[in-house]
Each structure stands twice: as structure tokens, then as C-alpha cells.
């Protein structure tokens, strides 16, 4: 079966932390292809700086246009929302039967699932992969056996701290990309 890493996200805008993170799971956690399931509504999220699902879409197929094993999943676009995960997952084993889902996850989400809708059965019913980030530990953790713990490198950048200094004027090619940095200039995003 075709090994498919799922990075869910708002992707507000994307920058080299989702995509470095990405490069290594096809690189070294053996994933045939990491999908980039781009999130209309996060229902834990406030959507005042959320600009809209197409823009998103656009800057990430930008920014992974040079990487075969990478791909945009617009499916949440024709669903429901806020975006429940447990939804989309269960969509997408439906459509993609020669798929196995590997979920990639931040140390900061697998803390929070719980929360999230189904949250139990995400962690039973998938293979998730998850990364350090900053502050969160998963070492007081029990885990079930499909969760894997992996170390990809950190790069501490954040959509929120891109989109304010965009906002205050600055051109950041190389912490987004430099194909998305042009696009955000050209439609005026995040001014
Ligand atoms: N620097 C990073 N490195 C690796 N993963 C990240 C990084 N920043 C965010 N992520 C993770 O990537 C997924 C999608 O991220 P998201 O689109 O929310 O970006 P973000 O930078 O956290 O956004 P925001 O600052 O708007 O909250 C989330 O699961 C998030 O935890
Ligand atoms: O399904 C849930 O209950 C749920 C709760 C919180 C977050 N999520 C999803 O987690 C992903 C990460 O969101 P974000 O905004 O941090 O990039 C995004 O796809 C959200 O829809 C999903």
C-alpha cells in the first residue's frame, strides 16, 4: 500500500516549518507522498486573519511545485465546516482504498486530541506520526503502538508571527517561499 502522510492546516500562509517538516517524513519516515490537507475552518480557531480557502490553496501548491513527493488535498473544501479531521479522514479512506493515512502531528496536537471530535478513535483507528515542538513533551505520554514518535528538526516560525510582519511591511521570500512571497505581494494579502 502507498504510504501517505496526511499534514492537516490552515496554512495562513505556508512557510519552511510545514514544509521542512514535510521533506522529512518522505525523506526519512519513509512516506510515499505527503498530502497537505488545507483546512477551511479549524473549529478551535478564530477566522478574523483567516483569508480565504482558494488563497491558501494557491500559495501551498507555490511553495511545493518543485517536490514530486508533495501534493495539495482540497477535499475539506467541499465539506462541511468548522473542519472536523475525523471527517476528513473517514472521506478519504473511502475515496483512496490503495491508501494507507499516516496523520502528522505536532507534539502540541497529540496533547490536545482529546479535544477534538473523535479524538479516541483518531488515535486508535490511524498511524500517526508525530514531531517535537518547543515547550511540548510527550515523554509522560501513553501512547497506543500507532503512534510513532519521530525527531524531525524544529524550526520555530508561525503563520501569525509571518502574517504580522508582512502587515509591518517586510518581504520574507525565504521564510514562505519566494513564488508564495510573490503571490502575497501581487494579491495583497495580509496587509
Ligand atoms: N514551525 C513549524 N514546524 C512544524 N510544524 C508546524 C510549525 N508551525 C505549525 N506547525 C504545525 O503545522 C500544522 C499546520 O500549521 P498552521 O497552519 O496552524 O501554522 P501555524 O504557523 O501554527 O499557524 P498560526 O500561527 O496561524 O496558528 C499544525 O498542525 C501546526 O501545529
Ligand atoms: O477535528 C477536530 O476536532 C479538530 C480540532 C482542532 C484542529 N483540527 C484540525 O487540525 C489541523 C491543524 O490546524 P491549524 O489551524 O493549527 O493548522 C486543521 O486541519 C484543523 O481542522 C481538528
Redesign the pocket.
Known sequence: MKQIGL??????P??I??L??ANYMCEFEEMDEVWFVVSPQ?PF?SSL?LISTHHRIKMVELAIAQYANFQVEDIESSMPVPSYTINTLTELRKIHSDCEFNII??A??IQNIHRWKDGDRILTDYCILV?P?LRYSTDHMQLPLSVRITE?P??????????EWIKNGKQLPFLTSPAVMNYINTNHLYQ
Open positions: 499534514f492537516f492546516g490552515s496554512f495562513n505556508i512557510h516549518g510545514h521542512a517538516l479549524n480557531k486573519d502531528m505536532g502540541d496536537n514531531y515542538r524531525a524544529n524550526i520555530e516560525v508561525s503563520s501569525t508571527q509571518i502574517r
